[in-house]
């Protein structure tokens, strides 16, 4: 039996000989907290009693297993980690502090109950429990009528009846968080049962038939009186790349199977065609606001996980027209999300998609979208650019904001850090010397994206 071990310095690895997918074997060599080490992270065993050059089919089933296992964690940047890992290693108290806090916070994690949409206590229109269902955030009884029907929309206004049991919106972002905690306290501890909790996890909403979400978005953000669903909730889904890590990570660990790996895998494939070609997933791609944008970041994700990587180029290639040059004004504005009541929450949340979509771009393809400038003169600089007078006190912010404490506090404790997490994500320079937002890290925003602070 002939034993090849390839290593991957976190990037595409290349096989020199090909062999049958079930031979293969893929390990990621996880180094505790606190143990550094020169040698790349991930590294991947074929096992093959026969790699002879003859074997055409095997080779083809080996190229798909590859991009199963070698492909690099898309949604984390694992150089970053690793400086975070080395900070780790030599005592930084900022690092330490940040990594013992997401332990803590896995090992909470861990006595957790799972709670999938199936516990949802009111059913959507469609009668399916397994469909996500939500109510419209800022829509409310209309006080008027006697029955409140039809609820009337109040911008900016959660209504937090979403928060409860009766729909599935506090359920998803749970899951997200939970996730993205057990993820990271697996990758920098070692220790396998935090990644083994985030896969039952998994299992439980995506896979289990008694307990899994449907892949669609057709009930979220109903409107009583009006409408079962509607499109706008697709956004609540941007964070699926969580669930992807989580997945990423168990296959490079060899912990997950054969059938999570095709049941998965048909999930989020089924997912994407729900996206591209349902009603609502077209009309969201044609909002102009910031749901479009998190929506191309969704989508960018997945064409990337599924190995569709052209359709991830051209989709970039739109973006340069589609978001950039008609959602950013000459001088950087996005009238868009100015025109809100919580004017800095979403000139905030439109500015991270794009950064993040910027980041995949970079990392995956050949399309640059930070140095690009439409016709107009726009571009995700500019966005950035439009904004720093106000960190500095240069300009007051003259749009609503009716959240937060106002304008100046939602600058400082949500814009400024936004754009910190930018900087060191693409690695521009964006902010004027002594300008940051590092104060307001959360711990996993400390290991995810390693602030100098030097």
């Not at 893929?26 to 009693?49: K, Q, R, Y």
């Not at 980041?359 to 979208?369: A, C, E, Q």
């Not at 900087?423 to 104060?439: A, C, Q």
């Amino acid at each position: 039996m002939k034993k090849i071990i390839l290593i991957c310095l976190v990037c595409w690895c290349t096989v020199a000989q090909a062999v049958d997918v079930k031979d293969l074997k893929c390990e990621l060599n996880i180094m505790p907290a606190g143990i550094t080490t020169a040698e790349p992270c991930f590294s991947w065993t074929f096992v093959s009693d026969d790699v002879s050059p003859e074997h055409g089919s095997s080779r083809m089933m080996a190229s798909e297993a590859v991009r199963m296992t070698c492909q690099k964690l898309i949604y984390l940047n694992v150089e970053r980690l690793e400086l975070a890992r080395q900070k780790i290693g030599v005592g930084d108290s900022l690092y330490t502090k940040a990594y013992e806090s997401i332990i803590v916070l896995a090992n909470n994690e861990l006595k957790k109950k799972i709670d999938p949409v199936t516990n949802k206590t009111v059913l959507p229109a469609s009668g399916d429990i397994h469909d996500y269902y939500t109510l419209g955030s800022y829509y409310w009884p209309d006080s008027s009528k006697e029955d409140g029907l039809p609820w009337i929309y109040k911008d900016g206004e959660f209504n937090p009846i979403n928060q409860g049991p009766e729909t599935d919106w506090t359920r998803l972002k749970e899951l997200f968080s939970s996730l993205n905690t057990l993820n990271l306290a697996y990758y920098f501890s070692g220790d396998e049962k935090y990644i083994l909790k985030a896969r039952k996890i998994v299992r439980v909403w995506f896979i289990d038939e008694n307990t899994k979400v449907n892949p669609n978005v057709d009930y979220g953000k109903a409107i009583p009186g009006k409408v079962s669903g509607t499109n706008f909730a697709i956004i609540d889904w941007t964070d699926l790349g969580k669930v992807i890590t989580t997945i990423q990570l168990l296959e490079k660990s060899n912990l997950w199977s054969a059938n999570d790996s095709i049941v998965m895998e048909k999930w989020l494939n089924d997912y994407y065609k729900w996206l591209t070609e349902s009603e609502f997933g077209i009309l969201e791609s044609t909002r102009s606001n910031n749901h479009a944008t998190n929506y191309d970041y969704q989508l960018i994700g997945l064409m990337i996980y599924l190995g569709k990587l052209e359709e991830a180029e051209a989709k970039l290639e739109e973006v340069k027209l589609t978001r950039i040059a008609t959602q950013i004004d000459q001088d950087g504005g996005q009238p868009h999300e100015l025109a809100r009541t919580k004017s800095v929450n979403y000139t905030v949340n439109n500015l991270w998609a794009l950064a993040r979509i910027a980041d995949l771009g970079r990392r995956f393809t050949r399309v640059d979208l930070w140095d690009y400038q439409s016709e107009n003169g726009a571009s995700i600089k500019k966005a950035f650019d439009f904004v720093i007078p106000y960190f500095k006190g240069e300009a007051n912010w003259k749009w609503k904001q009716i959240t937060g404490g106002g304008a100046k506090k939602q600058l400082v404790n949500l814009a400024l850090p936004m754009v910190s997490k930018s900087e060191l994500m693409l690695e521009e320079k964006i902010l004027p010397d002594g300008l940051n937002g590092y104060d307001k890290f959360k711990p996993y925003d400390v290991l995810i994206y390693a602030p100098d602070n030097d």
